[in-house]
């Protein structure tokens, strides 16, 4: 592996400790280098905190080596005020000669002033390093700002025979296809996103919380249709325990309006428009990231108006002989594993 290529990859493993916690902004990792050996490194903070350069110069023990050092970083060093100074002014302060950035930032507050900042002082800069792996790092911060919607995931589990649900469902509760194993893991991604989208019918019939509680983590903001407003206000997606975005009809105004919920309404007439209309409403909300969990009809809107980026579909050892049909969908398998009995498949949208 060529040197400069170790480093960034460095930076991509460290910057994933920021996953969940530093939107609006990217989470970016940081090495420093002198004479082949780490003297420093660092990720970005929780939003409002220091960014990873500025971590990264602070854990250098010797400042003075900084002057015979090169800096790594998964994305271009930013250039304006924002919580913070511009990470590029301090790298010249601290006067490090030599940085290599995996890929640019294509946000319009940046996009370049950080490099040419940056050459302007005398620094060498390279860049391009693992860029395909850096803008696969930071594809959640490029898709919100380039594509002016969230990144979105869709999760599903089908049974072996090809269905969602069963066609009755006796109990207001969930009906399991995956292990245990399998329902851990999809909690792990709730922490990583920043919202979680189901429809009205999976409400009524499962009454999810839609939170984590196998594990650690933050909770997303959920976001629920209810085109009607029919739905109970004593369902669990309308506790306490994290912020519930519903969208309505726009003819529609009896609604929970609480300290917790607040509502949003589109036009569902406009039947070959209704994911776009609720992307354009998740990004004026600055929802960077949102994991769509169904049923099949919310989860086959998206894909008909194919407004999806990935998609992570569990196949339980469960059979159900008639039910609700999985979603359809075609795309790139980009990725294949077994947890003990299930097949989990993630598929990419090309």
Same mark, same amino acid.
């Given at each position: 592996?060529?040197?400069?290529?170790?480093?960034?990859?460095?930076?991509?493993?460290?910057?994933k400790?920021?996953?969940?916690?530093?939107r609006?902004?990217?989470?970016?990792g940081?090495? =420093? !280098?002198?004479?082949?050996? =780490?003297?420093g490194?660092?990720?970005?903070?929780?939003?409002?905190?220091?960014?990873?350069e !500025?971590?990264a110069?602070?854990? #250098?023990?010797d400042?003075?080596?900084?002057?015979?050092?090169?800096?790594? #970083?998964?994305?271009?060093?930013?250039?304006h005020?924002?919580?913070t100074p511009?990470?590029?002014?301090l790298?010249?302060?601290?006067?490090?000669p %030599?940085v !290599?950035? $995996?890929?640019?930032d294509?946000?319009?507050?940046?996009?370049g002033?950080?490099?040419?900042?940056l050459?302007?002082a005398?620094?060498?800069?390279t860049v391009g390093?693992?860029?395909?792996?850096?803008q696969?790092?930071?594809? *959640?911060?490029?898709?919100?700002?380039n594509?002016? *919607?969230p990144y979105i995931i869709?999760?599903?589990?089908?049974?072996?025979?090809?269905?969602l649900?069963p066609e009755?469902?006796?109990?207001?509760e969930?009906?399991?296809?995956?292990?245990?194993?399998s329902?851990?893991l999809?909690?792990k991604?709730?922490?990583?996103e920043?919202?979680?989208?189901? $429809?009205?019918n999976?409400?009524i019939?499962?009454?999810p919380?839609?939170t984590?509680?196998?594990?650690k983590?933050q909770n997303?903001? *959920?976001?629920?249709?209810?085109?009607?407003?029919?739905?109970?206000? %004593?369902l669990g #997606?309308?506790?306490?325990e994290?912020?519930?975005?519903i969208?309505?009809?726009? +003819?529609?105004?009896?609604?929970l309006?609480s300290?917790?919920t607040?509502?949003?309404?589109?036009?569902w007439?406009e039947?070959?428009?209704?994911?776009?209309?609720?992307c354009?409403?998740?990004?004026?909300q600055d929802i960077?990231? !949102?994991?769509i +969990?169904g049923?099949?009809?919310?989860?086959q809107?998206?894909?008909d108006?194919?407004?999806?980026d990935?998609?992570?579909i569990f196949?339980?050892k #469960?059979l159900? +002989?008639?039910?609700?049909?999985?979603p359809?969908?075609?795309?790139?398998?980009?990725?294949?594993?077994?947890?003990?009995q299930?097949?989990?498949? =993630?598929? *990419?949208?090309?």
């Amino acid at each position: 592996m060529k040197i400069h290529e170790k480093y960034i990859k460095r930076c991509i493993d460290i910057a994933k400790n920021g996953l969940g916690y530093t939107r609006p902004n990217p989470m970016v990792g940081c090495v =420093i !280098v002198h004479e082949n050996r =780490i003297i420093g490194e660092g990720f970005t903070s929780p939003y409002g905190g220091n960014h990873a350069e !500025v971590n990264a110069i602070q854990s #250098v023990q010797d400042p003075n080596l900084l002057k015979e050092a090169t800096l790594y #970083v998964t994305l271009e060093p930013c250039s304006h005020f924002g919580k913070t100074p511009p990470c590029s002014d301090l790298i010249i302060t601290s006067k490090i000669p %030599n940085v !290599v950035i $995996g890929t640019i930032d294509t946000h319009s507050k940046v996009a370049g002033k950080g490099i040419k900042n940056l050459k302007a002082a005398g620094c060498k800069v390279t860049v391009g390093v693992l860029e395909n792996e850096s803008q696969e790092h930071h594809k *959640r911060f490029f898709t919100f700002h380039n594509k002016q *919607r969230p990144y979105i995931i869709l999760k599903w589990a089908q049974t072996l025979d090809g269905f969602l649900a069963p066609e009755i469902q006796d109990k207001q509760e969930p009906v399991w296809i995956t292990n245990t194993f399998s329902r851990q893991l999809v909690h792990k991604w709730r922490t990583e996103e920043h919202a979680i989208l189901v $429809g009205t019918n999976t409400v009524i019939k499962d009454n999810p919380k839609l939170t984590v509680r196998d594990w650690k983590g933050q909770n997303p903001i *959920r976001v629920v249709l209810d085109k009607e407003g029919k739905l109970p206000k %004593n369902l669990g #997606v309308f506790n306490n325990e994290s912020q519930t975005i519903i969208i309505s009809s726009s +003819e529609n105004k009896n609604v929970l309006n609480s300290e917790f919920t607040n509502t949003e309404f589109i036009d569902w007439e406009e039947r070959k428009k209704i994911a776009k209309q609720i992307c354009e409403l998740l990004h004026k909300q600055d929802i960077q990231s !949102v994991i769509i +969990e169904g049923g099949s009809q919310t989860l086959q809107t998206f894909i008909d108006e194919g407004l999806w980026d990935e998609a992570r579909i569990f196949t339980g050892k #469960v059979l159900f +002989e008639k039910g609700i049909d999985a979603p359809k969908i075609h795309g790139k398998l980009v990725w294949e594993q077994h947890i003990l009995q299930d097949s989990l498949k =993630i598929y *990419r949208n090309d």
